[in-house]
């Protein structure tokens, strides 16, 4: 029976093999702050909004697409609107 070679490691890797460090590679390396990693991109939204699931009438759907795009932002205003909010 022949041996798999599927995930297996090399027992030693060459450290002339591995990649230079650039500037490059160092903006996209993990940054840390007193041990904690410093998340990168757009801070948590201090009110998230939540995904459902919501049956709606094809043709009211068809009316907000019709604007084009954002139409999902212009259906949650009007809701607002509706409720009072």
Not at 16 to 28: C, G, I, M
Not at 35 to 48: F, I
Not at 73 to 84: S, T
């Amino acid at each position: 029976m022949s041996e798999s070679k599927h995930g297996s490691q090399p027992g030693w890797i060459d450290p002339d093999d591995a990649p230079e460090l650039t500037d490059a590679w160092f903006q996209s390396a993990d940054q840390h702050a007193n041990g904690a990693l410093v998340r990168k991109g757009r801070p948590p939204a201090a009110n998230p909004k939540k995904a459902i699931s919501l049956r709606v009438d094809a043709d009211v759907i068809d009316a907000f697409k019709a604007g084009g795009a954002g139409w999902q932002r212009r259906m949650n205003q009007a809701l607002r609107r509706a409720v009072g909010l």
